[in-house]
């Protein structure tokens, strides 16, 4: 069964860079799935960020596409998230999560991590 | 980007009872929605996807069904872990948009 795992610092100052890694297990990064990054800022709703392919191919949220960068890494099957200049409506719980090719959904979430931005 | 405008917001609702949520794609997506159940504190479930197919190991209770660019959660029987908030999500287009959620309260 696959696991996710989020990690990173739980607390960053505006204008800095959030950085998180997300750790597979239970399945290949290089399968034919779809790493993605999903945030929920405190009592809101869920909003996708983007997400990669094992090749390195990414879809980003064009709201926030600017600021991201996603990355793989192959060798210790993990994954990872960059957003820049971050400000206090950055603040959310960000959650990996696994979506399979075709027809199906984003069956696999991590337990998330809170990112809080502040001085 | 797709809206996807779910509803209601809340409702209210007894154990045993039919439970029925809508969302409505602000265009064509084909069957390309999920339905996700998260309770507090917790990550977000998957139910459904392609509209109407169960994930695996969820109660049958649960159903999606679609017409046109309107989309419905159905929980036939609802049971005391089943009170959470539901979201459905579309991922036809980028980018991937959510619902705004419906709380189910007791």
């Known amino acids: 069964q696959v696991q996710l795992q989020e990690s990173g610092p739980g607390l960053v100052k505006p204008s800095d860079t959030l950085s998180l890694t997300c750790a597979v297990s239970?399945?290949?990064?290089?399968?034919?799935?779809?790493w993605g990054w999903i945030r929920q800022p405190p009592g809101k709703g869920l909003e996708w960020i983007g997400y990669?392919?094992?090749?390195?191919?990414?879809y980003y949220n064009p709201s926030l596409k600017s600021r991201v960068i996603m990355s793989v890494d192959t060798s210790k099957n993990q994954f990872s998230l960059k957003l820049n200049s971050v400000t206090a409506v950055d603040t959310a719980v960000y959650y990996c999560?696994?979506?399979?090719?075709?027809?199906?959904?984003?069956?696999?979430w991590g337990q998330g991590t809170l990112v809080t931005v502040s001085s | 980007d797709i809206q996807m405008t779910q509803s209601p917001s809340s409702l209210s609702a007894s154990v045993g009872d039919r439970v029925t949520i809508t969302c409505r794609a602000s265009?064509?997506?084909?069957?390309?929605l999920a339905w996700y159940q998260q309770k507090p504190e917790k990550a977000p479930k998957s139910l459904i996807y392609?509209?109407?197919n169960l994930q695996t190991g969820v109660p049958s209770r649960f159903s999606g069904s679609r017409s046109g660019t309107d989309f419905t959660l159905t929980i036939s029987g609802l049971q005391p872990e089943d009170f959470a908030t539901y979201y459905c999500?579309?991922?036809?287009?980028?980018?991937?948009?959510f619902g705004g959620g419906t709380k189910v309260e007791i």
């Open positions: 999560a696994r979506k399979k090719g075709g027809w199906y959904d984003f069956d696999s």
């Open positions: 239970g399945d290949s990064i290089s399968s034919d799935n779809w």
């Open positions: 990669i392919y094992y090749s390195g191919s990414a």
């Open positions: 265009q064509d997506i084909s069957n390309w």
């Open positions: 392609g509209a109407s």
């Open positions: 999500q579309q991922y036809s287009y980028h980018p991937l948009t």
